[in-house]
T-cell receptor, first 113, second 115 residues
């Protein structure tokens, strides 16, 4: 799986958009970008994933650059409950032994009142 | 309610004792996983299983063992051979086909402390 690089920490004001970047310059053509988050002392939670088109769901939007070497997770209106560690992961979609996720250290997002 | 349960939430053991962490899911998922998390670190994969009676080593399997006798259950044994067993252990499951196969569902975790 391709490695990812994320900032160690970020701050965001409550109600504003939180933009979390991720670099994955060695991503392969068949690898997807996944985002999970982990609130303190809980299990991680899936947020969104995509291949090359931008994706949006009820939790967030994922913007992937045209060369796919980087992406941005956007939380449009951050709340205090969005304070968590956000993990960016790249891997192939589904399939055989590729189900496993490789987590780095992620970005600690702190949403401030 | 469907989900993954891990028990207990906190577990204390003496050094040299084996301990088994439970993980149960009623999501009808084929695949199950065990991860370990140390303070300030990301998750590291210990073992995973894609089907009953089959499992594979992850990145840090030494000192651990698993079994997968039932689809719903994937217990993890931390043996005395594991040099630094104190950690937060997370179990996850996912389907292996269909629309949801890319999302892993995590349990609440078990925090193991070896004294």
């Amino acid at each position: 799986d391709a490695k990812t690089t994320q900032p160690t920490s970020m701050d965001c004001a409550e109600g504003r958009a939180a933009n979390l970047p991720c670099n994955h310059s060695t991503i392969s053509g068949n690898e997807y970008v996944y985002w999970y988050r982990q609130i303190h002392s809980q299990g991680p939670q899936y947020i969104i994933h995509g291949l090359k088109n931008n994706e949006t769901n009820e939790m967030a939007s994922l913007i992937i650059t045209e060369d796919r070497k980087s992406s941005t997770l956007i939380l449009p209106h951050a709340t205090l409950r969005d304070t968590a560690v956000y993990y960016c992961i790249v891997r192939v979609e589904g399939g055989g032994s590729n189900y496993k996720l490789t987590f780095g250290k992620g970005t600690l997002l702190t949403v401030n009142p | 309610d469907g989900g993954i349960t891990q028990s207990p939430k906190y577990l204390f053991r003496k050094e040299g004792q084996n301990v088994t962490l439970s993980c149960e899911q009623n999501l009808n998922h084929d695949a199950m996983y065990w991860y370990r998390q140390d303070p300030g670190q990301g998750l590291r994969l210990i073992y995973y299983s894609q089907i009953v009676n089959d499992f594979q080593k992850g990145d840090i399997a030494e000192g651990y063992s698993v079994s997968r006798e039932k689809k719903e259950s994937f217990p993890l044994t931390v043996t005395s051979a594991q040099k630094n067993p104190t950690a937060f252990y997370l179990c996850a499951s996912s389907p292996t086909s269909g629309r949801g196969r890319d999302e892993q569902f995590f349990g609440p975790g078990t925090r193991l402390t070896v004294l």
